[in-house]
């Protein structure tokens, strides 16, 4: 089954972005096909150079864990990504940036498509 998971809220704010990554991490271990799409504010969860307080919760560094090892896709809007200064270089290793046409696409091939957000 492919599933599409959405996020737009930002990743320290609200737990979005923690709910997300086990409703994901669930899945790949069942299997699945599971694509995160960071939009909006998550756009910054894609920032490698983050420093966050709490270790146990460094978001960049638990999406790029599972990319590396679990096969999780993640896809960041690019508009959202200027928007908020996060540049290329700036992004975990193995997402990709991405765009509003590729969510769509996202949408359409998924078997389960859930949308996370305020």
């Keep these: 089954m492919k599933i599409t998971i959405q996020v737009m809220n930002p990743p320290y704010t609200y737990e979005d972005l923690d709910t997300a990554i086990k409703i994901a991490d669930e899945a790949l271990k069942r299997g699945h096909e599971v694509k995160i799409f960071l939009f909006c504010d998550s756009a910054l969860a894609s920032n490698k150079l983050v420093k966050p307080v709490r270790q146990d919760r460094n978001i960049p560094k638990t999406l790029k864990k599972m990319i590396a090892e679990k096969g999780l896709k993640v896809d960041i809007c690019g508009i ?15 997402a990709v940036p991405s765009g509003v046409p590729e969510l769509a696409e996202l949408i359409y091939e998924s078997d389960r498509f859930i949308s996370l957000m305020a």
């Excluded at 959202?80 to 193995?94: A, F, L, Q, S, W």
Aim: charged share 35%; glycine share 14%.
């Design 80 to 94: 959202c990504m200027d928007y908020r200064g996060v540049t290329k270089d700036m992004i975990i290793e193995g």
